[in-house]
């Protein structure tokens, strides 16, 4: 395991201990705007590491409503509601088919 994994796992660990699961950035820093450099560099982009690491997990074994349940919880505000979109349902290759009737 490195070193980085480490402290991820680690943290995880700790969120999931005080809240249940892990909770989305905009809970951890509720000041922050979603494309604040803030996310790109230290303690932010630390957290979106943790979160990542952990959604993936979950996202895998989760069926779409689940993954509104988890919104649920902590209901975003409104300048992070297209980062909850694209969390809940763009696939992880970034593809998303807008038509479902086209062939």
């Given at each position: 395991m490195s070193e980085?994994?480490?402290?991820?796992k680690t943290?995880?660990?700790?969120?999931?201990?005080?809240h249940g699961t892990?909770?989305?950035?905009?809970?951890?820093?509720?000041?922050?705007?979603?494309?604040?450099?803030?996310?790109?560099?230290?303690?932010?982009?630390?957290?979106?590491?943790?979160?990542?690491?952990?959604?993936?997990?979950q996202k895998a074994d989760m069926?779409?409503?689940q993954r509104i349940e988890y919104f649920r919880q902590f209901p975003p505000p409104p300048l992070w509601l297209t980062w909850m979109i694209d969390v809940v349902w763009v696939p992880e290759d970034g593809e998303m088919d807008l038509d479902p009737e086209e062939v």
């Open positions: 980085e994994s480490s402290w991820i943290k995880i660990t700790e969120l999931v201990a005080e892990v909770p989305p950035p905009y809970v951890a820093h509720p000041d922050v705007h979603p494309l604040e450099i803030f996310w790109r560099m230290g303690a932010g982009e630390s957290y979106l590491m943790v979160f990542w690491e952990w959604w993936g997990r069926n779409e409503t």
